[in-house]
């Protein structure tokens, strides 16, 4: 690689080329399709080689994890695998944005039967989806309902010399590797002898997974490529449906058909309201059948010594199939643009021993989050390796898994799903209605799957939390800091103002004119009583910063300041403070003891947040008191870049490194955010994409940070700000990022 500027201070490539004001398909259509500006530099000619970068990461195994896989995919589908490239030994997944099924309502019951529970609101009896006594059926199904589905398997049939299947445990000299500059999964074995290899890819327009194999095994007739089909139902199974989804033992519950479709073969998969289609792309001389009748498993045999197969996954197959090699040629286009286009982090020169394993992490938290949480829908927490929560998506996690994306100066991807507000509004609009509240109250749990599409999935905490809302203004500022102008202003125009309603309305005027929130409110971190909680601190903080970002967006537009909101946001109360550090919500007791649990919510107002309604000197106090009482085992996942977020901004950047290597913030070998949480699975992907927005927020700093906001719309920041990392032991090289709020 180039050599990186050595200076006694950290260093930075700064810079972020500005993106033209634009409509968001034509912004979307125009950085996917061609390389953004080249990247920024620090003054001195000096480069970060990324190329170099990105592939001293490669993923290397010898065998394969029965719990995650390798995957490869675009953000919208994706594909796992285990050792041998394919889902041969291991049946991972084959999971998409798109891909749901919903079993049957409960005999004689309709949606409108579920009534929720009755909780006092400021006075009001107000309905909520907590509960419902008299429709526990209806209360799981709401729950369950939709699911994702797994679309299919596709491994290899490998057959020994005697004529039996092999196991993994029959391969010799087995080694896979995952490019993550191409995007190619690569891997090669030998079973009794006899060399395979194997070339995965997916391509990234299109749902199509291509595989290529070399082997003597292929034209010998005992290797070939089979495709499998599960049932999907959610009843009676844990919410957490993983390492692997779907039933595979229920045959007669659905149907596959294979038909011909001029030269295509096409299976048709059926399952209840459920269908869609597998386009297949095949070998010259290649052949596919039905293996069993009474199964749903299809074989493909080939001729000669190679045995190619392209997989397009649709609701409906139409035109061609791109082959397997177009899929491989795709991917290595695709790629190396990803990763020369927007940010970069190059720590290599670094006296600190960690830096290796903190760049590994950032490296291939980008692959895999542009895997797994690009699609045109929010990704649920485990992505597109397994199910969490039925396979639906969190929208207050949406800030964790995809905020990153604007900081990194990757709006194509990001721009993918920004429309899930507007997609949302109608059944937000109506939800606030139905509690008495103006503007669009945004659901927690949900799906954009037919006539589900942003209803709320019953249950507490999902109907009482309320850290969502303010999300899209905080998008919408982000979006506006990176493109400036009335068309970014215009897009996000209804949104900000029917969240904005929302938010003023759900405040509570008491006699004295003080402005309240809650009860029943349920905070983020999850673990308070919601009907006694009144003025959680995080969402106090989040109110005043929503109501705040909203009012500019009017003076911006050139409109007046809604009245209504200023008397709000002035009259709001103070963030709650005992014994001078922040407490969880007002008049908590035993905080130190019994709340200080799961998320430390205290922190993130300065931290996640700018700082809305803080004071540092007792921001400063309660950062100390956390760290004093908060059970290490009790954090997880996303709990970490928060503390090294407030770390940073309180001036403590040996602390913000520190919580992005704790021990307890786990990625494993293959750099998949493991879970950290005791009963949740692995992968938990807001652990990934909140170390990405902490790393950026470190380097480029935040718009009050020391020395201004470096790389703002393009400008190289001052020489040597990179204001979370620590000045001995760290060379900090980035360009390419963009300043957090």
């Given at each position: 690689m180039t050599d990186q500027p050595h200076v006694s201070r950290r260093t930075f490539v700064g810079g972020v080329a500005a993106l033209t004001s634009a409509t968001l398909m034509s912004r979307v259509l125009q950085a996917e399709s061609a390389a953004a500006a080249e990247p920024g530099t620090d003054g001195t000619g000096t480069r970060i080689d990324r190329h170099a970068l990105v592939s001293r990461h490669r993923v290397v195994r010898h065998s394969s994890d029965l719990d995650l896989p390798v995957q490869v995919?675009?953000?919208?589908?994706?594909?796992?695998?285990?050792?041998?490239?394919?889902?041969?030994?291991?049946?991972?997944?084959?999971?998409?944005?798109?891909?749901?099924?919903?079993?049957?309502?409960?005999?004689?019951?309709?949606?409108?039967?579920?009534?929720?529970?009755?909780?006092?609101?400021?006075?009001?009896?107000?309905?909520?989806?907590?509960?419902?006594?008299?429709?526990?059926?209806?209360?799981?199904?709401?729950?369950?309902?939709?699911?994702?589905?797994n679309l299919g398997r596709i491994g290899m049939r490998l057959l020994k010399a005697d004529g039996t299947e092999a196991t993994e445990s029959d391969l010799t000299d087995t080694v896979q590797e995952l490019?993550?500059?191409?995007?190619?999964?690569?891997?090669?074995?030998?079973?009794?002898?006899?060399?395979?290899?194997?070339?995965?890819?997916?391509?990234?327009?299109?749902?199509?997974?291509?595989?290529?194999?070399?082997?003597?095994?292929v034209r010998l007739g005992r290797l070939s490529v089979f495709l499998d089909f599960p049932y999907a139902t959610a009843a009676g199974r844990n919410k957490f449906e993983a390492p692997y989804v779907g039933l595979w033992d229920?045959?007669?519950?659905?149907?596959?058909?294979?038909?011909?479709?001029?030269?295509?073969?096409?299976?048709?998969?059926?399952?209840?309201?459920?269908?869609?289609?597998?386009?297949?792309?095949?070998?010259?001389?290649?052949?596919?059948?039905?293996?069993?009748?009474?199964?749903?498993?299809?074989?493909?045999?080939?001729?000669?010594?190679?045995?190619?197969?392209?997989?397009?996954?649709?609701?409906?197959?139409?035109?061609?199939?791109?082959?397997?090699?177009?899929?491989?040629?795709?991917?290595?286009?695709?790629?190396?643009?990803?990763?020369?286009?927007?940010?970069?982090?190059?720590?290599?020169?670094?006296?600190?021993?960690?830096?290796?394993?903190?760049?590994?992490?950032?490296?291939?938290?980008?692959?895999?989050?542009?895997?797994?949480?690009?699609?045109?829908?929010?990704?649920?927490?485990?992505?597109?390796?397994?199910?969490?929560?039925?396979?639906?998506?969190?929208?207050?996690?949406?800030?964790?898994?995809?905020?990153?994306?604007?900081?990194?100066?990757?709006?194509?991807?990001?721009?993918?799903g920004t429309d899930i507000y507007e997609r949302f509004l109608p059944t937000a609009r109506r939800l606030a209605t139905s509690q008495g509240f103006r503007g669009a109250r945004w659901p927690k749990m949900t799906t954009t799957y037919g006539d589900a599409i942003g209803r709320e999935s019953p249950g507490t905490p999902t109907c009482l939390l309320i850290w969502q809302q303010p999300h899209p203004l905080f998008l919408a500022e982000l979006d506006h800091q990176a493109h400036p102008g009335r068309s970014t202003l215009l897009k996000w125009r209804e949104v900000v103002h029917e969240s904005a309603e929302f938010i003023a309305s759900f405040a509570h005027r008491e006699e004295s004119g003080r402005y309240v929130i809650g009860p029943p409110i349920m905070c983020c971190n999850e673990r308070n009583p919601p009907a006694q909680t009144l003025n959680p601190a995080f969402e106090l903080s989040y109110w005043r910063f929503g109501l705040r970002i909203a009012q500019e967006w009017r003076e911006r537009l050139g409109m007046a300041r809604e009245p209504y909101w200023d008397e709000v946001l002035d009259g709001l109360a103070p963030l709650p403070v005992e014994d001078g550090v922040y407490v969880l919500y007002e008049g908590v007791t035993d905080m130190w003891t019994e709340y200080n649990t799961n998320h430390p919510d205290p922190v993130a107002p300065f931290g996640m947040l700018p700082g809305d309604g803080v004071d540092v000197e007792t921001m400063r106090a309660t950062t100390q008191k956390v760290r004093e009482t908060w059970p290490v085992a009790d954090l997880y996942s996303w709990d970490f870049p928060l503390l090294a977020m407030n770390a940073a901004r309180l001036g403590d950047p040996d602390s913000a490194v520190e919580y992005l290597l704790h021990e307890r913030f786990g990625f494993t070998g293959t750099g998949l955010p493991a879970s950290g949480k005791s009963g949740v699975p692995s992968p938990y992907f807001p652990a990934a994409g909140g170390l990405l927005y902490a790393v950026a927020m470190m380097c480029a700093g935040w718009r009050d940070s020391p020395g201004g906001p470096a790389g703002e719309r393009g400008r190289p920041g001052p020489r040597g700000v990179a204001p979370g990392f620590p000045d001995q032991g760290w060379t900090v090289c980035w360009e390419g990022l963009t300043p957090a709020l």
């Open positions: 995919g675009n953000g919208r589908f994706a594909f796992g695998a285990d050792v041998t490239g394919l889902q041969t030994f291991v049946p991972f997944n084959t999971l998409s944005d798109w891909g749901w099924h919903a079993d049957a309502l409960p005999a004689g019951k309709e949606i409108a039967d579920y009534r929720g529970t009755v909780w006092d609101t400021y006075g009001r009896d107000v309905s909520y989806w907590t509960d419902d006594d008299n429709e526990p059926e209806l209360h799981n199904w709401l729950r369950e309902n939709p699911h994702r589905a490019d993550p500059w191409t995007g190619i999964l690569r891997s090669a074995f030998r079973l009794e002898g006899h060399r395979v290899t194997v070339e995965t890819a997916c391509h990234p327009g299109q749902d199509v997974m291509g595989v290529r194999i070399e082997s003597a095994l229920r045959p007669e519950l659905h149907t596959t058909v294979l038909r011909r479709r001029g030269r295509t073969p096409v299976v048709t998969h059926t399952m209840d309201a459920t269908r869609y289609e597998v386009g297949l792309a095949l070998s010259p001389g290649a052949r596919v059948s039905r293996s069993d009748p009474g199964r749903h498993r299809y074989e493909v045999m080939g001729q000669g010594d190679q045995l190619d197969v392209a997989a397009l996954f649709a609701s409906e197959v139409r035109g061609a199939v791109p082959r397997a090699g177009e899929v491989v040629r795709q991917s290595e286009t695709w790629w190396p643009r990803f990763w020369r286009t927007g940010g970069a982090v190059d720590l290599s020169a670094s006296e600190d021993p960690r830096w290796r394993e903190l760049e590994r992490r950032i490296v291939l938290s980008q692959y895999h989050l542009a895997v797994n949480d690009a699609g045109n829908d929010p990704a649920q927490e485990s992505g597109l390796v397994n199910n969490g929560w039925y396979g639906k998506f969190h929208m207050e996690m949406y800030w964790w898994h995809a905020f990153q994306y604007a900081l990194w100066n990757r709006w194509p991807l990001l721009d993918r």
